[in-house]
């Protein structure tokens, strides 16, 4: 398979716990997102890298967020001292490097659904 | 600021009727790249299309044809002769060149086909 790959897909955590996801992009793609999803809502952008540097942070993530992508392939999404409000999907997505701007198409992963108790 | 507005939060319709789904857009950037994508029941987010704003040729694929208008901000999606499988959530999204790569996505709309 050579798609976006995310794991866990399901994590159910208790209020205070860390979590950590991890994202596998399209192996020939250098940038990689970071989304979330909550029910009934569109995606909303957390963040980006281009190959190892992380280019663009929202105001969503907060301190309690954060990402990692150490060697410019695959990336991780800490949260730590979950909150209720947390609960919701995550999702990764990867582009090509051709160019500059926004042109390049995202493709998505399955996502990790986070509850948080 | 960037922004997508579907307005439509669910369409119903019966298999083989044509169905168009709204999307309107704001933004101040002359260059940007607006997108369509599908989200079945699966969950996961499947690309249909990319237009950026220097283009605004109507598109065909299939049954599906996309219609992009700059004086009016919209970039409409209709299915032809829709059919069950057709059943999901389509979500809008907007890149503006000076924001980097970060999607803007509308809040969706759900689309079921009924047999």
């Known amino acids: 398979d050579t798609g976006v790959s995310q794991d866990p897909r399901h994590k159910i955590t208790k209020r205070g716990q860390n979590v950590t996801f991890r994202c596998d992009p399209i192996?020939?793609?250098?940038?990689l997102y970071w989304y979330r999803q909550t029910l009934g809502q569109g995606p909303e952008f957390l963040t980006y890298?281009?190959?190892?540097?992380?280019?663009?942070k929202s105001r969503l993530l907060s301190d309690r967020f954060s990402a990692e992508r150490p060697k410019g392939s695959f990336s991780t999404l800490e949260i730590q001292r979950t909150e209720q409000g947390d609960s919701a999907m995550y999702l990764c997505?990867?582009?090509?490097?051709?160019?500059?701007?926004?042109?390049?198409?995202?493709?998505f992963g399955p996502g990790t659904r986070l509850t948080v108790l | 600021a960037q922004k997508v507005t579907q307005a439509q939060t669910e369409i119903s319709v019966v298999e083989k009727e044509d169905v168009t789904l709204d999307c309107v857009y704001e933004t101040r950037d002359t260059t940007y790249y607006l997108f369509w994508y599908k989200q079945p029941p699966s969950g996961e987010l499947v690309f249909l299309i990319r237009?950026?704003?220097?283009?605004?040729q109507n598109e065909i694929s299939g049954r599906y044809s996309w219609n992009f208008q700059k004086s009016t901000s919209s970039f409409n999606f209709t299915i032809t002769a829709s059919q069950v499988v057709d059943s999901a959530v389509y979500f809008c999204a907007l890149s503006e060149e000076t924001s980097g790569s970060r999607l803007t996505f509308g809040e969706g709309t759900q689309l079921t086909v009924n047999p």
């Open positions: 192996s020939e793609h250098n940038r």
């Open positions: 237009r950026n704003s220097f283009d605004e």
């Open positions: 890298f281009q190959n190892e540097a992380q280019l663009e």
């Open positions: 997505a990867s582009s090509g490097g051709r160019g500059t701007g926004g042109y390049n198409e995202q493709f």
